[in-house]
């Protein structure tokens, strides 16, 4: 798992874009299996538009660099200096644009997760309420029963006076 991590981890920051690969977006809920939104899937950590963010974040000062370069700096490198700015300025957009695509949907699967742990410990106080209910009605009856039970033996053993 760790060296997984690493390779997803190495790849991202190499190439931008892993919220795009890595983002699974919250879908609706099902409402045939009665499965909440939250439950499909959906990713519900920041790392991918974390790395997205960093690496957007260096391609804009690589591309920073390369604008104060002059062109003596390119002048043995197997790409001008233009190219090497509009290749920085296309990554550092595409880790931007995948960044926010990341941060927006991880946002909405974290909402969805809440609302749906919310929902689901009101219903168990409601269930806890209406079973501590009906475990009083029912010692109530009980009590009553055992009421009835302890006067009845009395009276029927009583003699009536001649």
């Known amino acids: 798992m760790k060296h997984l991590v690493s ?3 190495a790849l991202c920051l190499g190439s931008g ?8 977006p919250p879908r609706a809920a099902n409402p045939v299996t009665r499965t909440p939104a939250a439950a499909n899937g959906c990713t519900s950590n920041y790392v991918a ?7 957007a974040g260096y391609q804009t000062v690589r591309t920073f660099a390369a604008i104060k370069a002059s062109d003596s ?11 090497d700015i509009g290749i920085g300025v296309g990554l550092a957009v595409l880790g931007l644009a995948s960044s926010i695509y990341g941060q927006r949907h991880v946002g909405e699967c974290r909402k969805l997760v809440d609302q749906e742990q919310v ?11 209406e079973t501590d209910a009906a475990v ?27």
């Open 7 to 9: 390779l997803m981890t």
């Open 17 to 24: 874009g892993c919220s795009y690969a890595f983002v699974r």
């Open 49 to 55: 538009p974390v790395l997205d963010g960093i690496f």
């Open 73 to 83: 700096v390119y002048v043995k490198s197997p790409i001008s200096r233009e190219a």
């Open 119 to 129: 929902r689901l410990a009101a219903e168990q106080s409601r269930r806890r309420a």
């Open 136 to 162: 009083k009605e029912m010692m109530r009856k009980m009590r009553e029963e055992q009421a009835a039970k302890a006067a009845a033996p009395a009276s029927e053993g009583e003699v009536s006076a001649p």
